[in-house]
C-alpha cells in the first residue's frame, strides 16, 4: 500500500485496553470492540467518540469476536462458551458456561457450513492440544484432541470448511504443516475423538528450515507462510513464501528485510501483513496446481478444460447406493456428492426416466429371485444408456451381492452371459472373480482372464492354483472354451493312447524296452522329455488362458512362489510341453485361437523356476523334468547360436553384394527429362 | 530430354589433406594454404599449392592483407596473395617453428621455437627482421598469444605456460599446468592458448582440460575437463565472450562467459555447446563473429553458424562443410577419352573403358573394355602442383609448378604409350595458375600472374613457341585463375583474382571487352560453341550468360536475372566447379558442383519458388502427357556425389568423376578409438 491514510480512527479512553480484533459486523456495518475482556462497544462509521457509544458490560471474558456473513457476529468467551450477539445483547449479564474447564483457547475461526455458523477453536492444557467445534444453530460441540506430535507442539493454525469437511492445517514447531481433517457430520455422541494428522509439508528451503510464524490458506493447494529463514551462518531474514502443498514446493518467496509482527492475514486474494512500519498488500493469484506448474514449466495458457469422457462421478454416485456406502471414506462420499449434484442434473436431462440404474436395483433388493433376474435382464438388454457400461458393473455387483447374501444362489448362466456379451473389466466388478474364485465355476474365470485386461495379479494366481488342484476328472464333465488347444493337444492325446496301444501289442522290441523301463518307474517319466501333454484339454484350455493374461512380474513373483511344489511341478511340466510343441514349427508359434505365444510361455517358465527355484532344486521328480528341459534349451541354444552365424555370413554377402554396384568403374545409362 | 551413357568413375584416388591453422586462411598438412572468402559465400578463392619441404604450423595476418606462415622448417614465410606463392622467406634461427602470433596492430611477429626461445620480428614493407629474443627456457614453445595491448606474452609450452613482458622480455610468471594432477606421471603438453585482455590465460592441454588462469597471481580460475584426450586448439572470439575448443576426438565445444543468474554481473565461462562434426582431430578453430569454423584431419573444414547471431534462416545460416577443393583437378580429352587426374606432386592418365550395350535408365551396362591407366607423370622436387592439362586430342599433357612448366607428348601406338617431354619451353613468367589447350589442340593458353595469359603454339612433332602474352589494357596486380577459350578458336576469356573477366580476341591477340564487374567470384566459366556466349557461374550461385560478340549480356541472361533463380538452387552451398555444352543441343547447359549434375535448358520456362526443383523422379513417375506441364529449365541429377568433375564426352555420353568420401576416409590415419557403446 503506497498511499496509507486511515478512514477512521477511534480510540479508548486511557487505561482501557481493547482485548481482541475489532470487527465489522457486514450487515449493519458496525463496528464491534471489546475492551477490558468484558465491556462490548459497537459503532457505526458515524460515530466520533467511542465513549458514547452502545456500551455492554458482559458476564464472562470475551477471547474473540468473529463475524461472518450472513451469520451475524458470534462472541466466543474464554470459557469455550459461545453465543451470538444479538442473544447476547438481549441480556447481556446472562450466565456464560464454562465448557473447557482449565483449558486454554490458542485460536478460533468461524465458517458458515451452508446456513449455519460453524465456530472451531483449539485449546491447550498441559501440552495437550485440543479442537472444539460449535454449531451454533444447533448448539452442538464436539471436542476432539489432536493427536500428540513428540518434542513440537502446534504454533499457528488455520482452517478452511469444503464439503461439510473442515480442513485444519496446524504449523508445529518442527517447522512442518500437518493437515486435520474433520467431518462435521459427526452424529454419534462419543467422547473425545483424537484426530490424527498427516504432515502435508516441510517448510525447508534448499535444506534452511523457514521457521513459520504464521501462515493462511491461500486455495486447495497452495498457502502462504511468513517466516524466517535461517542460513547457518547467516543472519535470519524474514519471507513471505508461498507453497503448493500438492507438489510440496516451494512456489515464491519474497524477503522481507525490515521486521514483521509475524501476522498474516488473507482476505479476497489478497495478503496483508506489517512490513516494518507499513501495511503491506501484496496480490496473489493461484493458478491451477499442475506438475508443470509446481516445477515451474507452466505455459499460461488460458483454455479451460473441456472434458469429453465418460462420467465416472456417475458411478461412484450409483455404487454408492448400492454397495459401497459403507466403504467409502467420509471425506470421499461427500466430496463426490458435491461434484455430482451439477452432474447429475446433466444427467437428468438426457435421460427422462426417473429411476436411476441403483434405485432400481435398491427396489429390487428384496424381490424373489426369478423376478429379480428378470428385471437384470431387462436392464441390461436396454437400448444404450449414457453410461451403460457403469450399469452393468452395477449390476453385476447387485448380482454378486445377493449371492453373497444367499449362499445357494449362483446365476451361473447369467453371469457367464454377461461376461461374455459386455465389455466388463476387473475394476467395474472385482468381486466377480472371487465369487467365481469361491464356487470354482472355472469356466467362467476362463472367459474373465480372456476378457477382463486389468485383473490383479493375486486373482490371477488365484485362478491358476484353482486350475492346477482341480482334478482331470471334475474338469471332464464341464464345459470348458476348448479352442486354444483343440488344435495341437488332441492329436496329441489320440497319439498317446495310440502309443500305449503299441506298447501293449509289443510291435517293436526297442521301444517295449523303453516302455517297460517307464513303466516300471514314475509314469511321469514317461512325461518328462515335453512329449506328452501332462494335463487334460479342458485343464490346458485353462492353464492357457492364465498364460494369455497380462501382468507384472514383480507382483505376481511373491504370489508364485506360494504355488504348492506338486502343482509347480505339473505347471512346468505343462510349459515345457507347450515349448517343445512350439519348437516343433518353423514359425515357433502354436496353432490354433488365443494359443500362448513362446514368450509367454518363456516368460512363465522363467516366473516359475524363479519362484520355485530352491524347491525345484529338492523334490525328486523334477529332476529329471529339469534336466530334460535343460537339454532341451542347450539344443536350442546351438541352434540359434548356429542361425546367428548363419545369419551373420548372409548379411556379409548382402554387404558385398551392395559394395559391388560401388566399384571404381562402371557405364550407366542416366535418362534426364 | 534423352539419355546419357554415364561413365562413372571412382578411380581418382585423391586424398584431401587436413587443415591447420587461423582465421579465413587454412593450411593444410601437406603445407597447402587456401584462402576463404566469407563475403562471397565461403568460396576457396585462392589455393597456394603446398610444397613437400615447407610444412605450415601456424599462420597469422598481420599488417593489413599480409599472410604469414610458419612451420617446422624453421622458416617464417610471407606468402604473395596475388602471385599465389611465396613471396619471401626468413629463417626463425631457433629450429623448429611450432607456434607464431602476430601483436594486434600486426607490427609485430612473435615466434615459438623448438629451442625453447620467444623470438620477436618487426615487420617492415617487404619482409620482417628479427628484433631480439625474449627470456629463453628450456622445452618448446607450442602456442603463444599477445595480451591485446600487447604488454605482455603467453606462451604454453610442456607441464608449464609462462607470461612475458615485452618490453624488458623477462618471464613475469611461469605457472605449472599439471601442478594439479600430482599422480600422474604424464606430461601435459599446452596445445593453445590465449590472453584475455582482463589478464585470463585460457590453455587446453593434453589432458582435456581447458582451464582459464589468473596470471598476475598465478591461480587458477577454473577448470572445465572437456574430453578425456587433447583439447589441441582453442579460438576466443573478439568480444572475449565465447571460445571454442577442439578435441583429437573430433569434437568441438563453446564455452561462454554468461551472468551466473540474470541480471548478475558475476560471470562464469560456461560449456554450452557441443559439435561432433569431425571423425579425427581437430587441428585448428576459428571464431567469427557469427560462426565456430573448424578444420580436421578428416581434410574437413566445418562453418558452424552461431544461430543466435543469426537474424533470420538463410544462406549465413546453414552448416557448411568443405572436403573438397573449389577447383578442377581433373581434365578431360573429350576426343581421345582420356581423363588426366592431378595429384599434389603426380600425375594419372587414364583411358576411359567403353560398351556396346544400350540400356534403360539406371541399368549398369556390360563393359567390353575396361578403363586402362596409360601413364603416371610424378613431378620432381618437393614443389607441388598448380595446374594441369590434357589437350582434347590427348596427345599433349602440360603441368606446372611454382617454378617449372612442363610439357609432355603423348603417344599412343596400339596398346603401348609413349611420353615424351618438349624440350626447350620458352621461359615465361611461373607459377602458372591454369592451362587450357584450344579445341583443335594447336594452341595452349597459360594463366599467368599480373592478369597475362601466354600463348604457345603446338608444333608437331613435339615443339612449341610462344606466340603472344595477353594483357588487360589497364593492368592488374591479380593473377589469373580460369580460362575459358571458343571452339571456334576466337576468343579467349580470363579470370583474374580481382573477379574481372577480360575477353580477347585470338584472331589479332586484342583485347576484346571486359564483362560487367560483378561482385562475387567467378567459379566456373565456359564459352558456348555455337553462339559464342560467355556463361559465367558465379559463388553466389548466379547464373550470366554474356555475348562476346555483342559485348552484352544476353535477353535470356536477362530474363534470369528479372525472373530469379530458385531459392534451392540459391542455397547450394557448393559452386559451380565446371560448365560444358552440348553442341547438338544449343539450348542445354552442363554444370555441376560437388553434389548435382544439372542440364540447364535455357528453352524451357524458370521454375518458381513453389516449384520443385528437384523435380526428376517426380516426373519419371509421370505419363508423358503430364511431364509437359511441369517440366521447367533445371534438370538436376543428385545420383553421384561427390562429384569432383562431369564432362561431355560426346552428344550422349557424360563422364562422372566421384569421390566418395568413405574410400579416402580409409586412407587417413585412424582416429582416437573412441569407446561406443555396443562396439
Given at each position: 500500500v503506497t498511499d496509507q491514510k486511515p478512514l477512521g480512527c477511534w480510540s479508548v479512553k486511557h487505561g482501557q485496553i481493547i482485548t481482541c480484533p475489532v470487527v465489522c459486523n457486514f450487515e449493519t456495518h458496525e463496528y464491534i470492540a471489546v475492551h477490558d475482556d468484558k465491556v462490548l462497544r459497537i459503532w457505526k462509521n458515524t460515530d466520533i467518540n467511542l465513549d458514547k457509544v452502545f456500551k455492554a458490560t458482559l458476564s464472562a471474558d470475551v477471547y474473540r469476536i468473529h463475524s461472518l456473513p450472513y451469520g451475524g457476529p458470534t462472541v466466543l468467551f474464554k470459557g469455550g462458551g459461545v453465543r451470538t450477539l444479538d442473544v447476547l445483547l438481549e441480556a447481556p449479564q446472562q450466565e456464560i458456561e464454562n465448557v473447557i474447564s482449565d483449558e486454554v483457547i490458542k485460536w478460533s475461526e468461524a465458517f458458515m457450513d451452508g446456513e449455519q455458523p460453524v465456530l472451531i477453536f483449539a485449546t491447550e492444557k498441559d501440552g495437550d492440544f485440543f479442537v472444539y467445534i460449535q454449531k451454533l444453530k444447533m448448539s452442538s460441540l464436539h471436542k476432539y484432541k489432536l493427536e500428540q506430535q513428540e518434542l513440537s507442539k502446534p504454533l499457528s493454525f488455520t482452517a478452511y470448511i469444503k464439503n461439510q469437511i473442515i480442513t485444519l492445517l496446524c504449523l508445529y514447531s518442527n517447522d512442518s504443516v500437518y493437515k486435520v481433517l474433520i467431518p462435521l457430520q459427526q452424529n454419534s455422541e462419543e467422547e473425545e475423538h483424537i484426530l490424527s494428522k498427516s504432515q502435508l509439508l516441510k517448510l525447508s528451503i534448499s535444506g534452511n528450515i523457514l521457521k513459520g510464524t504464521s501462515f493462511v490458506v491461500l486455495d486447495k493447494d497452495h498457502i502462504a507462510v511468513l517466516g524466517s529463514l535461517a542460513a547457518p551462518g547467516e543472519e535470519s531474514k524474514e519471507y513471505l513464501t508461498i507453497w503448493n502443498t500438492k507438489f510440496q514446493t516451494l512456489q515464491t518467496s519474497k524477503e522481507l528485510p525490515l521486521a514483521t509482527s509475524g501476522q498474516l492475514w488473507c482476505y479476497e486474494e489478497k495478503l496483508f501483513f506489517t512490513h516494518g512500519k507499513v501495511l503491506t498488500v501484496i496480490m496473489y493469484k493461484c493458478e491451477t496446481s499442475s506438475l508443470a506448474a509446481a516445477v515451474g514449466k507452466h505455459k499460461d495458457s488460458q483454455t479451460p478444460d473441456v472434458s469429453s469422457f465418460v462420467n465416472w462421478n456417475t458411478l461412484a454416485d450409483e455404487e454408492l447406493v448400492v454397495s459401497f456406502r459403507s466403504q467409502e471414506s467420509v471425506a470421499l462420499k461427500s466430496e463426490s456428492k458435491m461434484t455430482l449434484r451439477s452432474k447429475r442434473n446433466t444427467v437428468a436431462k438426457v435421460q427422462p426416466d426417473p429411476l436411476s440404474v441403483g434405485q432400481i436395483l435398491l427396489n429390487l433388493k428384496d424381490t424373489s429371485t426369478t423376478v429379480f433376474e428378470d428385471e437384470l435382464r431387462q436392464l441390461i438388454s436396454k437400448a444404450r444408456m449414457p453410461d451403460f457400461q457403469a450399469s452393468i458393473g452395477c449390476v453385476v455387483t447387485a448380482l454378486i451381492n445377493r449371492c453373497k447374501t444367499n449362499p445357494k444362489y449362483y446365476p451361473r448362466n447369467f453371469l457367464l452371459h454377461i461376461v461374455q456379451t459386455r465389455d466388463l473389466s476387473y475394476s467395474l466388478c472385482p468381486d466377480l472373480m472371487a465369487l467365481a474364485l469361491e464356487k470354482k465355476d472355472v469356466h467362467l474365470l476362463q472367459i474373465c482372464l480372456q476378457r477382463f485386461p486389468d485383473i490383479p495379479e493375486e486373482i490371477t494366481y488365484a485362478c491358476l492354483k484353482v486350475f492346477l488342484s482341480i482334478s482331470e476328472a471334475y474338469l471332464q464333465r464341464i464345459d470348458v472354451n476348448l479352442e486354444s488347444v483343440i488344435c495341437y493337444i488332441d492329436i496329441e492325446f489320440n497319439n498317446k493312447e495310440v502309443k500305449s496301444e503299441i506298447v501293449e501289442n509289443g510291435f517293436n522290441a526297442e521301444l517295449e524296452q523303453d516302455i517297460w523301463n517307464t513303466k516300471i518307474t514314475d509314469k511321469t517319466h514317461l512325461t518328462a522329455d515335453g512329449s506328452f501333454c501332462p494335463v487334460g484339454p479342458q485343464k490346458a484350455a485353462l492353464l492357457n488362458a492364465v498364460l494369455h493374461s497380462a501382468y507384472s512380474e514383480t507382483f505376481l513373483l511373491p504370489h508364485l512362489k506360494n504355488l504348492p511344489a506338486q502343482q509347480a511341478v505339473l505347471f512346468l511340466r505343462y510349459l515345457y510341453y507347450l515349448y517343445v510343441k512350439s519348437s516343433e514349427k518353423i514359425n515357433i508359434t502354436l496353432p490354433g485361437i488365443r494359443s500362448p505365444t513362446v514368450s509367454q510361455i518363456m516368460d512363465w517358465m522363467c516366473l516359475l523356476l524363479d519362484a520355485h527355484f530352491t524347491v525345484m532344486v529338492m523334490l525328486p521328480e523334477a529332476k529329471e523334468l529339469l534336466s530334460n528341459l535343460h537339454k532341451f534349451v542347450r539344443a536350442q541354444v546351438r541352434f540359434y547360436s548356429e542361425l546367428n552365424k548363419i545369419e551373420g555370413s548372409l548379411r556379409e554377402l548382402q554387404r558385398l553384394n551392395h559394395q559391388k554396384d560401388s566399384q571404381t568403374y562402371s557405364i550407366e545409362v542416366l535418362e534426364l527429362i | 530430354m534423352g539419355e546419357f551413357e554415364v561413365h562413372r568413375v571412382r578411380f581418382f584416388g585423391l586424398v584431401p589433406a587436413g587443415p591447420r591453422g587461423g582465421r579465413l586462411a587454412l593450411a593444410r598438412t601437406d603445407g597447402a594454404v587456401e584462402i576463404y572468402n566469407f563475403a562471397a559465400n565461403y568460396f576457396q578463392e585462392k589455393v597456394i599449392p603446398g610444397n613437400e619441404a615447407r610444412s605450415v604450423e601456424a599462420l597469422c595476418w598481420a599488417a593489413g592483407d599480409r599472410l604469414f606462415g610458419a612451420g617446422l622448417g624453421g622458416e617464417i614465410t610471407e606468402y604473395d596473395l596475388s602471385r599465389l606463392c611465396v613471396a619471401r622467406s626468413v629463417d626463425g634461427g631457433g629450429g623448429p617453428i611450432w607456434s607464431m602470433a602476430a601483436n594486434s596492430s600486426g607490427t609485430q611477429l612473435a615466434i615459438g621455437c623448438e629451442d625453447g626461445s620467444v623470438k620477436l620480428f618487426q615487420i617492415v614493407p617487404g619482409g620482417i627482421q628479427f628484433e631480439r629474443n625474449l627470456d629463453r627456457r628450456k622445452g618448446r614453445i607450442l602456442c603463444l598469444s599477445w595480451h591485446p595491448l600487447d604488454t605482455h606474452i603467453a606462451a604454453g609450452s610442456i607441464d608449464i605456460l609462462r607470461v612475458f613482458h615485452v618490453s624488458s622480455g623477462q618471464t613475469v610468471q611461469r605457472i605449472m599446468v599439471n601442478y594439479h594432477v600430482h599422480k600422474v606421471k604424464r606430461e601435459c603438453i599446452v596445445w593453445s592458448i590465449a590472453f584475455l585482455s582482463?589478464?585470463?590465460?585460457?590453455?587446453?592441454?593434453?589432458?582435456?582440460?581447458?582451464?582459464?588462469?589468473?596470471?598476475?597471481?598465478?591461480?587458477?580460475?577454473?577448470?572445465?575437463?572437456?574430453?578425456?584426450?587433447?583439447?589441441?586448439?582453442?579460438?576466443?572470439?573478439?568480444?572475449?565472450?565465447?571460445?571454442?575448443?577442439?578435441?583429437?576426438?573430433?569434437?568441438?565445444?563453446?564455452?561462454?562467459?554468461?551472468?551466473?543468474?540474470?541480471?548478475?554481473?558475476?560471470?562464469?565461462?560456461?560449456?554450452?555447446?557441443?559439435?561432433?562434426?569431425?571423425?579425427?582431430?581437430?587441428?585448428?578453430?576459428?571464431?567469427?563473429?557469427?560462426?565456430?569454423?573448424?578444420?580436421?584431419?578428416?581434410?574437413?573444414?566445418?562453418?558452424?553458424?552461431?544461430?543466435?547471431?543469426?537474424?533470420?534462416?538463410?544462406?549465413?545460416?546453414?552448416?557448411?562443410?568443405?572436403?573438397?577443393?573449389?577447383?578442377?583437378?581433373?581434365?578431360?580429352?573429350?576426343?581421345?577419352?582420356?581423363?588426366?587426374?592431378?595429384?599434389?606432386?603426380?600425375?594419372?592418365?587414364?583411358?576411359?573403358?567403353?560398351?556396346?550395350?544400350?540400356?534403360?535408365?539406371?541399368?549398369?551396362?556390360?563393359?567390353?573394355?575396361?578403363?586402362?591407366?596409360?601413364?603416371?607423370?610424378?613431378?620432381?622436387?618437393?614443389?607441388?602442383?598448380?595446374?594441369?592439362?590434357?589437350?582434347?586430342?590427348?596427345?599433349?599433357?602440360?603441368?606446372?609448378?611454382?617454378?617449372?612448366?612442363?610439357?609432355?607428348?603423348?603417344?599412343?601406338?596400339?596398346?603401348?604409350?609413349?611420353?615424351?617431354?618438349?624440350?626447350?619451353?620458352?621461359?615465361?613468367?611461373?607459377?602458372?595458375?591454369?592451362?587450357?589447350?584450344?579445341?583443335?589442340?594447336?594452341?595452349?593458353?597459360?594463366?599467368?600472374?599480373?592478369?597475362?595469359?601466354?600463348?604457345?603454339?603446338?608444333?608437331?612433332?613435339?615443339?612449341?613457341?610462344?606466340?603472344?602474352?595477353?594483357?588487360?589494357?589497364?593492368?592488374?596486380?591479380?593473377?589469373?585463375?580460369?580460362?575459358?577459350?571458343?571452339?571456334?578458336?576466337?576468343?579467349?576469356?580470363?579470370?583474374?583474382?580481382?573477379?574481372?573477366?577480360?575477353?580477347?580476341?585470338?584472331?589479332?591477340?586484342?583485347?576484346?571487352?571486359?564483362?560487367?564487374?560483378?561482385?562475387?567470384?567467378?567459379?566456373?566459366?565456359?564459352?558456348?560453341?555455337?553462339?559464342?556466349?560467355?556463361?559465367?557461374?558465379?559463388?553466389?550461385?548466379?547464373?550470366?550468360?554474356?555475348?562476346?560478340?555483342?559485348?552484352?549480356?544476353?535477353?535470356?541472361?536477362?530474363?534470369?536475372?528479372?525472373?530469379?533463380?530458385?531459392?534451392?538452387?540459391?542455397?547450394?552451398?557448393?559452386?559451380?566447379?565446371?560448365?560444358?555444352?552440348?553442341?547438338?543441343?544449343?539450348?542445354?547447359?552442363?554444370?555441376?558442383?560437388?553434389?548435382?549434375?544439372?542440364?540447364?535448358?535455357?528453352?524451357?520456362?524458370?521454375?518458381?519458388?513453389?516449384?520443385?526443383?528437384?523435380?526428376?523422379?517426380?516426373?519419371?513417375?509421370?505419363?508423358?502427357?503430364?511431364?509437359?506441364?511441369?517440366?521447367?529449365?533445371?534438370?538436376?541429377?543428385?545420383?553421384?556425389?561427390?562429384?569432383?568433375?562431369?564432362?561431355?564426352?560426346?552428344?550422349?555420353?557424360?563422364?562422372?568423376?566421384?569421390?566418395?568420401?568413405?574410400?579416402?576416409?580409409?586412407?587417413?590415419?585412424?582416429?582416437?578409438?573412441?569407446?561406443?557403446?555396443?562396439?
Open positions: - | 582482463s589478464g585470463t590465460v585460457v590453455t587446453s592441454d593434453s589432458f582435456g582440460r581447458v582451464q582459464f588462469w589468473d596470471w598476475e597471481r598465478g591461480t587458477l580460475l577454473e577448470s572445465h575437463t572437456v574430453s578425456t584426450s587433447a583439447v589441441l586448439s582453442l579460438s576466443v572470439s573478439e568480444k572475449e565472450d565465447s571460445i571454442v575448443v577442439g578435441t583429437s576426438t573430433g569434437a568441438t565445444y563453446q564455452f561462454q562467459l554468461l551472468p551466473v543468474k540474470i541480471g548478475s554481473l558475476e560471470k562464469r565461462w560456461v560449456r554450452t555447446k557441443p559439435f561432433q562434426h569431425h571423425t579425427h582431430d581437430v587441428r585448428a578453430v576459428a571464431h567469427s563473429s557469427t560462426a565456430l569454423i573448424s578444420g580436421g584431419l578428416d581434410a574437413q573444414l566445418v562453418i558452424r553458424p552461431l544461430m543466435e547471431k543469426m537474424q533470420k534462416k538463410g544462406y549465413e545460416a546453414a552448416l557448411r562443410k568443405f572436403t573438397f577443393p573449389h577447383r578442377r583437378l581433373v581434365s578431360c580429352a573429350r576426343k581421345a577419352r582420356l581423363l588426366l587426374f592431378q595429384f599434389s606432386q603426380h600425375l594419372e592418365l587414364w583411358r576411359l573403358g567403353s560398351t556396346n550395350e544400350t540400356g534403360k535408365d539406371g541399368e549398369v551396362l556390360p563393359l567390353c573394355r575396361m578403363p586402362e591407366h596409360l601413364v603416371q607423370l610424378k613431378s620432381k622436387g618437393p614443389e607441388h602442383i598448380y595446374c594441369s592439362c590434357v589437350s582434347p586430342c590427348g596427345s599433349w599433357v602440360a603441368y606446372s609448378t611454382a617454378s617449372r612448366f612442363h610439357l609432355y607428348q603423348v603417344q599412343y601406338e596400339g596398346d603401348s604409350v609413349s611420353v615424351k617431354k618438349v624440350p626447350k619451353v620458352p621461359k615465361l613468367l611461373l607459377p602458372a595458375y591454369q592451362l587450357q589447350f584450344s579445341a583443335d589442340s594447336d594452341s595452349l593458353f597459360i594463366a599467368s600472374a599480373r592478369g597475362s595469359v601466354h600463348v604457345l603454339q603446338l608444333l608437331e612433332p613435339g615443339g612449341c613457341k610462344h606466340l603472344h602474352t595477353l594483357q588487360p589494357p589497364s593492368g592488374c596486380p591479380e593473377a589469373v585463375y580460369l580460362l575459358a577459350v571458343s571452339a571456334d578458336g576466337h576468343w579467349l576469356a580470363a579470370v583474374s583474382g580481382d573477379w574481372a573477366i577480360h575477353i580477347y580476341n585470338l584472331k589479332c591477340f586484342k583485347h576484346h571487352c571486359t564483362v560487367p564487374t560483378y561482385n562475387c567470384a567467378v567459379t566456373a566459366l565456359a564459352i558456348h560453341p555455337i553462339t559464342n556466349n560467355l556463361v559465367i557461374a558465379y559463388s553466389d550461385q548466379q547464373l550470366f550468360e554474356f555475348s562476346i560478340p555483342e559485348k552484352q549480356y544476353t535477353a535470356w541472361s536477362r530474363t534470369v536475372q528479372n525472373h530469379g533463380l530458385h531459392k534451392l538452387w540459391l542455397e547450394r552451398d557448393s559452386p559451380i566447379t565446371h560448365i560444358t555444352f552440348n553442341p547438338k543441343n544449343p539450348s542445354h547447359i552442363l554444370l555441376h558442383d560437388i553434389y548435382m549434375f544439372c542440364v540447364l535448358d535455357k528453352s524451357l520456362p524458370l521454375p518458381d519458388n513453389s516449384a520443385l526443383l528437384m523435380n526428376q523422379s517426380t516426373l519419371k513417375q509421370l505419363p508423358e502427357t503430364a511431364r509437359q506441364r511441369q517440366l521447367h529449365a533445371f534438370k538436376i541429377c543428385k545420383k553421384f556425389q561427390p562429384l569432383l568433375f562431369a564432362d561431355l564426352l560426346d552428344e550422349n555420353c557424360l563422364v562422372m568423376v566421384e569421390r566418395p568420401i568413405m574410400d579416402f576416409k580409409t586412407q587417413l590415419p585412424l582416429p582416437i578409438q573412441q569407446k561406443k557403446f555396443g562396439t
